[in-house]
């Protein structure tokens, strides 16, 4: 089966740097790959997804880059705040038509940026 | 406003006791998702439903039983087979056929047992 290997665990920043995250993912066959948010106390939420038709997607000061060769994709905050500050968690998929798409996501191990002011 | 709820936010319960954590989505989704949250180990998915009276064991279901008697509501037990029960627990909803796959997180059930 699946499984995503994420890196760093933790990651600290000054305001105003750049932070990146990378996942790496073992089957050939996933096909979507999104990243989740997750505030102290609270549930994920989604703040980006790709599939593997693209190479990038941009939205504001996130981005997240896919490699379908290395099997590997990364998240990019550029401009990072303290409001950045939470647990990331990458996760990969494989989207089928229909009813035979189970919507089952494998996740990695989560990363906890802190954005220092 | 639509949304899924689960409740309690945090529960404590005694070795040896069955408990029941619970899952209400509006959102008219069809498959619903729970997943335990441990710390350096990100979320597994315990048990997924994607229609209703119908549902199959994630990665981690041993010691945990589910029902999806209704569309709504997606009801997770924790036994007392269940060897280490004190976690974060959440609960997330799809739509499958929607063309959109991202999954609607709750806020958490946060369960200790002493």
């Known amino acids: 089966g699946e499984n995503v290997e994420q ?35 609270k549930g994920p939420q989604l703040i980006i997804d790709i599939r593997s038709n693209v190479g990038e997607k941009k939205d504001q000061r996130i981005a997240v880059t896919l490699n379908k060769t290395a099997k590997h994709f990364s998240l990019h905050i550029t401009e990072t705040q303290p409001e950045d ?3 990331y968690f990458c996760a990969a998929t494989s989207l089928e038509h ?9 996740f990695g191990q989560g990363t906890t940026l802190q954005v220092k002011p | ?30 498959a619903m998702y729970w997943y335990r949250q441990d710390p350096g180990q990100g979320l597994r998915l315990i048990y997924y439903s994607q229609i209703v009276n119908d549902f199959q064991k994630g990665d981690i279901a041993e010691g945990y039983s589910v029902s999806r008697e209704k569309k709504e509501s997606f009801p997770l037990t924790v036994t007392s087979a ?13 739509n499958r056929t929607s063309g959109t796959y991202e999954q609607y997180f709750g806020p958490g059930t946060r369960l200790t047992v002493t």
């Open chain 1, 85 to 87: 500050s939470a647990v």
């Open chain 1, 7 to 41: 890196h760093p665990s933790t990651l600290s920043v000054q305001e105003g740097d750049s932070a990146v995250i990378k996942c790496t993912y073992s089957d050939s066959a996933s096909n979507y790959f999104p990243w989740y948010k997750q505030e102290l106390g």
């Open chain 2, 1 to 30: 406003d639509g949304g899924i709820t689960q409740s309690p936010k945090y529960l404590f319960r005694k070795e040896g006791q069955n408990v029941t954590l619970s899952c209400e989505q509006n959102l008219n989704h069809d």
């Open chain 2, 82 to 94: 269940q060897k280490n029960p004190t976690a974060f627990y959440l609960c997330a909803s799809t």
């Open chain 1, 98 to 106: 229909g009813s035979s798409n189970t919507g089952k996501l494998i």
